[in-house]
């Protein structure tokens, strides 16, 4: 079953807030990128975490049509994992990485939905 490329991306950010992605966002990069068409960005609270959370987008999205262009080899003190699925990339930070590239800011002119865990209160603007 294939969905489409905004659903896709969208309950992939919502599953991963759900698994305790932290501060967990899209950037719709449609009117800005002929590369890509939406940034999924959390964070993960450590390496093991970032791995867990890598497997799960691919376990999540795998059955609803989409796979990863490559799949990346995490050490284990790993900071940033991307994921490419062409029309959308999945990136699993630390929060020190995150900190550091700060991609909502580099990408401020997108549209950015947030997505809280469930029973979390929503992060204001």
Known sequence: MSIDVREAAFSCASMLAEHNGVDTIVLDLRKLSTWTDFFIVTSATSSTHLRGLAKRVEDYLGPLGHSPLRRPRLADDEQWCLLDFG?????IMAEEARS???LDKLWFEAEITRFAAPGAPAKPE
């Open 87 to 91: 029309d959308f990339v999945v990136h």
């Open 100 to 102: 550091f590239y700060e």
